[in-house]
C-alpha cells in the first residue's frame, strides 16, 4: 500500500518548516569587510562563545556546524554583529552556504589529544555535515524528496 501523506515543499525557500532560531554575537577579526550569506553555516568557536562561519579546517571548534545564518548580515572589520541562525528545523539543502571546496558529504573532525598517539595528538571524526546537522534536528530537504517508505532509492 502506497503512503497516503504527501509533503510538498518550495525548495526556493531555505527555511521550510518547523525551524527554532537563536541569537548570538559574530566578531570580524578578518581584516575586511565581512558578508555573511543567508544559509551560511556557523560554528562556535569554544573559547569565546562566538559565532563564527564553519569551516573545516577551523580547529577554534567552529569546524563542527551549529546552525544556519537566517538572514544575509554585512559586517565591516573590527565590527560586531548579533546574528539570528537556525539551530533545527527543516531546510532546503540547495540554499545551504558551505566554506569553499565543503558539502554536506564532508567530513568534519576534532583535533583533540589522546595518550595513545605518538605525539599525543588525535583526529576524531564527527562525521559528515550532513550527519551532525541531523543529530542536531535538522532536516534536510533536496529538490527530489523520496523519503516515502515505498519508494525506490
Not at 104 to 125: E, F, K, M, Q, R
Request: no cysteine; net charge negative.
Amino acid at each position: 500500500m502506497a503512503n497516503p501523506q504527501i509533503a510538498n515543499f518550495d525548495t526556493s525557500k531555505l527555511f521550510l518548516g518547523r525551524n527554532y532560531y537563536d541569537t548570538a554575537t559574530y566578531t570580524n577579526s578578518s581584516g575586511s569587510e565581512v558578508t555573511i550569506e543567508a544559509g551560511r553555516l556557523l560554528g562556535r568557536v569554544t573559547s569565546s562563545n562566538l559565532i563564527a562561519l564553519q569551516d573545516k579546517d577551523n580547529t577554534d571548534g567552529s569546524q563542527a556546524p551549529l546552525g544556519v545564518s537566517a538572514s544575509e548580515y554585512v559586517v565591516a572589520n573590527g565590527a560586531s554583529a548579533t546574528i539570528t541562525y537556525a539551530i533545527s528545523g527543516i531546510v532546503a539543502a540547495e540554499m545551504l552556504e558551505f566554506a569553499s571546496g565543503e558539502t554536506l558529504a564532508t567530513t568534519i573532525n576534532l583535533i583533540g589529544t589522546d595518550g595513545s598517539s605518538p605525539a599525543g595528538v588525535a583526529t576524531i571524526p564527527l562525521g559528515t555535515i550532513k550527519d551532525i546537522m541531523q543529530r542536531s534536528g535538522f532536516q534536510i530537504i533536496t529538490s527530489t524528496e523520496l523519503t516515502a517508505i515505498d519508494n525506490p532509492q
